[in-house]
């Protein structure tokens, strides 16, 4: 009789089991529903010329974007081409329909030529990675 009761026990186990979706499982749903909810960068501008400056100097400017995506924005590192190219951005995530700004000064010392500075963001958002592009003239002052 103990017998019969251990193995109805088990059987009741195993159906109740099967029909009710496990934790995980219940995550996994939720992670794929979340995946298709990315942020999404729409810049003024992704290209800055500055135009021509003489060697030495420094320029400065802001690349102003909106999240128009359907979830927050988070940049995890800036690259840029060159050390003479140095980025700022905030750390905090950019929740959808709110702006950001990258910050960006490069320093023209010892440079010369047309300049063409690439800034490579990672981010969460649809596009993994983005470029902006800083351009210009440095004259020499002989």
Do not use: W
């Not at 996994?28 to 990315?38: G, M």
């Not at 135009?51 to 909106?66: A, H, R």
């Not at 929740?95 to 981010?123: A, W």
């Amino acid at each position: 009789m103990k017998h019969l009761i251990y193995i109805a026990a088990i059987a009741l186990m195993v159906a109740a089991c099967q029909s009710a979706p496990s934790n995980s499982q219940q995550s996994t749903d939720t992670a794929a529903a979340d995946s298709t909810k990315k942020g999404n960068f729409l810049f003024d501008t992704t290209v800055y010329n500055f135009g021509t400056i003489l060697e030495g100097e420094q320029i400065s400017t802001e690349f102003k974007y909106t999240n128009t995506g359907k979830a927050d924005i988070i940049i995890s590192k800036i690259e840029t081409s060159c050390g003479c190219t140095v980025p700022e951005y905030d750390k905090e995530p950019v929740k959808p329909g709110n702006r950001g700004s990258i910050r960006v000064r490069f320093d023209s010392n010892g440079k010369s030529g047309t300049q063409y500075k690439t800034i490579r963001i990672f981010s969460n958002s649809e596009n993994d990675i983005f470029e902006l592009v800083i351009t210009g003239e440095v004259k020499s002052e002989l």
